[in-house]
Protein backbone atom coordinates (compact mmCIF):
# COMPACT_ATOMS: atom_id res chain seq x y z
CA UNK A 1 0.00 0.00 0.00
CA UNK A 2 2.39 2.50 -1.35
CA UNK A 3 -0.19 5.55 -1.80
CA UNK A 4 2.74 8.58 -3.37
CA UNK A 5 6.33 7.75 -3.44
CA UNK A 6 8.67 10.50 -3.92
CA UNK A 7 12.66 10.20 -4.67
CA UNK A 8 15.13 11.10 -3.16
CA UNK A 9 14.23 11.62 0.55
CA UNK A 10 17.06 14.30 1.30
CA UNK A 11 19.52 15.78 -1.23
CA UNK A 12 22.22 18.73 -1.50
CA UNK A 13 23.12 20.65 -4.19
CA UNK A 14 25.28 23.60 -5.63
CA UNK A 15 24.11 26.63 -7.16
CA UNK A 16 23.65 26.27 -10.42
CA UNK A 17 23.17 22.56 -10.63
CA UNK A 18 19.98 20.44 -11.93
CA UNK A 19 18.02 17.86 -10.83
CA UNK A 20 14.76 16.27 -11.00
CA UNK A 21 12.21 15.02 -8.38
CA UNK A 22 10.06 11.81 -8.75
CA UNK A 23 7.05 11.35 -7.59
CA UNK A 24 4.98 8.43 -8.29
CA UNK A 25 1.22 7.38 -6.99
CA UNK A 26 -0.60 3.76 -7.24
CA UNK A 27 -3.72 5.14 -6.41
CA UNK A 28 -5.14 5.85 -10.11
CA UNK A 29 -5.51 9.52 -8.75
CA UNK A 30 -5.94 11.91 -11.96
CA UNK A 31 -4.76 14.76 -10.27
CA UNK A 32 -1.18 15.37 -8.98
CA UNK A 33 0.42 18.03 -7.47
CA UNK A 34 3.81 19.52 -6.39
CA UNK A 35 4.47 21.99 -3.19
CA UNK A 36 7.13 23.42 -1.28
CA UNK A 37 7.45 23.93 2.37
CA UNK A 38 8.87 26.83 4.23
CA UNK A 39 8.91 27.54 7.88
CA UNK A 40 6.19 29.94 8.78
CA UNK A 41 4.87 30.11 5.10
CA UNK A 42 2.92 27.02 4.96
CA UNK A 43 2.57 24.97 1.95
CA UNK A 44 2.77 26.94 -1.13
CA UNK A 45 1.56 25.17 -5.01
CA UNK A 46 4.48 25.22 -7.39
CA UNK A 47 2.81 23.26 -10.21
CA UNK A 48 -0.50 21.01 -10.67
CA UNK A 49 -1.47 18.42 -13.36
CA UNK A 50 -5.08 17.94 -13.58
CA UNK A 51 -5.21 15.17 -15.51
CA UNK A 52 -2.63 13.11 -17.90
CA UNK A 53 -0.74 15.69 -20.55
CA UNK A 54 -1.65 18.43 -19.00
CA UNK A 55 -0.03 21.06 -16.48
CA UNK A 56 -0.65 24.33 -14.82
CA UNK A 57 1.20 26.54 -13.07
CA UNK A 58 0.58 26.90 -9.72
CA UNK A 59 1.67 30.12 -6.61
CA UNK A 60 5.22 30.35 -7.10
CA UNK A 61 6.70 28.15 -10.35
CA UNK A 62 9.22 30.45 -11.22
CA UNK A 63 12.62 28.41 -11.21
CA UNK A 64 10.66 24.88 -12.12
CA UNK A 65 9.67 22.66 -14.66
CA UNK A 66 7.44 19.98 -14.87
CA UNK A 67 6.68 16.53 -17.10
CA UNK A 68 3.49 14.55 -16.10
CA UNK A 69 4.87 11.19 -17.66
CA UNK A 70 2.15 9.07 -16.89
CA UNK A 71 -0.86 8.68 -15.29
CA UNK A 72 1.63 7.91 -12.30
CA UNK A 73 4.11 9.85 -12.72
CA UNK A 74 4.50 13.89 -11.87
CA UNK A 75 8.27 14.99 -12.01
CA UNK A 76 9.91 18.24 -10.76
CA UNK A 77 13.28 19.44 -12.27
CA UNK A 78 15.00 22.76 -11.20
CA UNK A 79 17.32 23.43 -13.91
CA UNK A 80 19.82 25.52 -12.27
CA UNK A 81 19.28 25.47 -8.66
CA UNK A 82 19.42 28.63 -6.26
CA UNK A 83 19.74 28.76 -2.36
CA UNK A 84 16.12 30.27 -2.50
CA UNK A 85 14.78 26.74 -3.74
CA UNK A 86 16.14 25.00 -0.55
CA UNK A 87 12.95 23.73 0.71
CA UNK A 88 11.06 20.88 1.91
CA UNK A 89 9.33 19.08 -1.46
CA UNK A 90 6.18 17.42 -1.44
CA UNK A 91 4.13 15.67 -4.00
CA UNK A 92 0.34 15.27 -3.62
CA UNK A 93 -1.92 13.65 -5.57
CA UNK A 94 -6.15 13.13 -5.55
CA UNK A 95 -8.60 11.84 -7.41
CA UNK A 96 -11.66 13.19 -9.67
CA UNK A 97 -14.43 13.91 -7.04
CA UNK A 98 -15.01 17.15 -5.94
CA UNK A 99 -14.15 16.50 -2.09
CA UNK A 100 -11.55 13.80 -2.97
CA UNK A 101 -8.47 15.14 -0.41
CA UNK A 102 -4.54 15.50 -1.27
CA UNK A 103 -2.94 12.38 -0.76
CA UNK A 104 1.13 12.99 -0.18
CA UNK A 105 4.35 11.88 0.00
CA UNK A 106 6.85 11.79 2.90
CA UNK A 107 8.79 14.92 1.12
CA UNK A 108 12.47 15.63 -0.29
CA UNK A 109 14.25 17.41 2.04
CA UNK A 110 16.68 19.68 -0.91
CA UNK A 111 19.42 22.49 0.16
CA UNK A 112 21.31 24.51 -2.17
CA UNK A 113 24.06 25.85 -1.20
CA UNK B 1 -0.62 31.42 1.01
CA UNK B 2 -1.85 34.36 2.72
CA UNK B 3 -5.28 34.04 1.71
CA UNK B 4 -5.78 31.43 4.28
CA UNK B 5 -4.54 32.11 7.57
CA UNK B 6 -3.65 30.27 11.05
CA UNK B 7 -2.03 30.97 14.45
CA UNK B 8 1.17 29.54 14.18
CA UNK B 9 1.61 27.80 17.93
CA UNK B 10 -0.66 26.42 20.36
CA UNK B 11 0.65 25.04 23.96
CA UNK B 12 -1.86 22.27 25.59
CA UNK B 13 -1.94 20.22 28.61
CA UNK B 14 -2.48 16.68 28.19
CA UNK B 15 -6.33 15.76 28.70
CA UNK B 16 -7.13 19.47 28.05
CA UNK B 17 -9.08 20.44 24.70
CA UNK B 18 -7.27 22.31 21.41
CA UNK B 19 -8.63 24.73 19.65
CA UNK B 20 -7.21 25.47 16.04
CA UNK B 21 -8.60 28.69 14.43
CA UNK B 22 -8.43 29.56 10.28
CA UNK B 23 -9.54 32.01 8.53
CA UNK B 24 -9.93 31.49 4.06
CA UNK B 25 -10.71 34.83 2.30
CA UNK B 26 -12.57 32.52 -0.70
CA UNK B 27 -16.13 31.97 0.03
CA UNK B 28 -16.14 30.01 -3.47
CA UNK B 29 -14.15 26.94 -1.43
CA UNK B 30 -17.07 23.78 -1.62
CA UNK B 31 -14.81 22.08 1.03
CA UNK B 32 -12.37 22.53 3.78
CA UNK B 33 -9.80 20.04 5.13
CA UNK B 34 -7.78 19.80 8.66
CA UNK B 35 -4.49 17.99 7.70
CA UNK B 36 -1.91 16.77 10.42
CA UNK B 37 2.09 16.56 9.96
CA UNK B 38 4.08 14.55 12.30
CA UNK B 39 7.71 15.56 12.20
CA UNK B 40 9.30 13.80 9.06
CA UNK B 41 5.90 12.86 7.21
CA UNK B 42 3.70 14.40 4.44
CA UNK B 43 0.54 15.48 5.86
CA UNK B 44 -2.25 13.02 5.79
CA UNK B 45 -6.07 14.20 6.20
CA UNK B 46 -7.45 14.23 9.25
CA UNK B 47 -11.16 15.31 8.62
CA UNK B 48 -13.13 17.61 5.83
CA UNK B 49 -16.30 19.45 6.51
CA UNK B 50 -18.47 20.71 3.22
CA UNK B 51 -19.66 24.57 3.11
CA UNK B 52 -22.96 24.11 3.54
CA UNK B 53 -22.49 22.69 7.19
CA UNK B 54 -21.70 23.93 10.32
CA UNK B 55 -20.29 21.35 12.04
CA UNK B 56 -18.99 17.93 11.92
CA UNK B 57 -18.01 15.57 14.57
CA UNK B 58 -15.38 12.47 14.62
CA UNK B 59 -14.80 10.63 17.32
CA UNK B 60 -12.76 13.49 19.26
CA UNK B 61 -12.59 15.77 16.17
CA UNK B 62 -15.22 18.67 16.12
CA UNK B 63 -15.04 21.08 12.62
CA UNK B 64 -16.69 24.17 13.47
CA UNK B 65 -17.63 26.18 10.36
CA UNK B 66 -18.82 30.08 9.90
CA UNK B 67 -19.21 30.17 6.80
CA UNK B 68 -20.49 34.07 7.18
CA UNK B 69 -17.41 34.93 8.82
CA UNK B 70 -15.21 32.70 6.36
CA UNK B 71 -13.54 31.18 10.02
CA UNK B 72 -12.84 27.67 10.31
CA UNK B 73 -12.05 25.58 13.85
CA UNK B 74 -11.12 22.37 14.36
CA UNK B 75 -11.30 20.99 18.14
CA UNK B 76 -9.51 18.10 19.58
CA UNK B 77 -11.24 16.73 23.24
CA UNK B 78 -9.25 14.86 25.51
CA UNK B 79 -5.63 15.74 23.72
CA UNK B 80 -3.03 13.58 24.00
CA UNK B 81 1.00 13.39 23.56
CA UNK B 82 0.41 11.78 19.93
CA UNK B 83 -1.65 14.94 19.07
CA UNK B 84 1.49 16.89 19.05
CA UNK B 85 2.28 18.02 15.63
CA UNK B 86 1.71 20.54 12.93
CA UNK B 87 -2.14 20.80 11.89
CA UNK B 88 -3.15 22.78 8.66
CA UNK B 89 -6.16 24.04 7.28
CA UNK B 90 -6.70 24.04 3.63
CA UNK B 91 -9.60 24.97 0.73
CA UNK B 92 -10.25 23.89 -2.41
CA UNK B 93 -11.33 26.88 -4.67
CA UNK B 94 -7.18 27.54 -5.02
CA UNK B 95 -5.84 24.47 -3.36
CA UNK B 96 -4.15 26.56 -1.02
CA UNK B 97 -2.99 25.46 2.52
CA UNK B 98 -2.32 27.75 5.86
CA UNK B 99 1.07 28.31 7.28
CA UNK B 100 0.08 25.50 9.60
CA UNK B 101 -0.67 25.64 13.88
CA UNK B 102 2.13 23.90 15.69
CA UNK B 103 0.21 21.97 18.32
CA UNK B 104 2.95 20.97 21.51
CA UNK B 105 0.85 18.60 24.31
CA UNK B 106 2.48 18.85 27.62
CA UNK B 107 2.02 16.00 30.34
Same mark, same amino acid.
Request: aromatic share 10%; glycine share 8%.
Given at each position: ???????????????????? !??????? $???????? #?? @????? !?????????? &???????????????? !?? /?????? #???????? =?????????????????????? &??????? | ??????????????????????????????????? /???? &?? &?????????? $??????????????????????? #??? @????? @??????????????????? =??????
Amino acid at each position: NAGVTQTPKFQVLKTGQSMT !LQCAQDM $NHNSMYWY #RQ @DPGMG !LRLIYYSASE &GTTDKGEVPNGYNVSR !LN /KREFSL #RLESAAPS =QTSVYFCASSGTAENSPLHFGN &GTRLTVT | GEDVEQSLFLSVREGDSSVINCTYTDSSSTYLYWY /KQEP &GA &GLQLLTYIFS $NMDMKQDQRLTVLLNKKDKHLSL #RIA @DTQTG @DSAIYFCAETAKLQFGAGT =QVVVTP
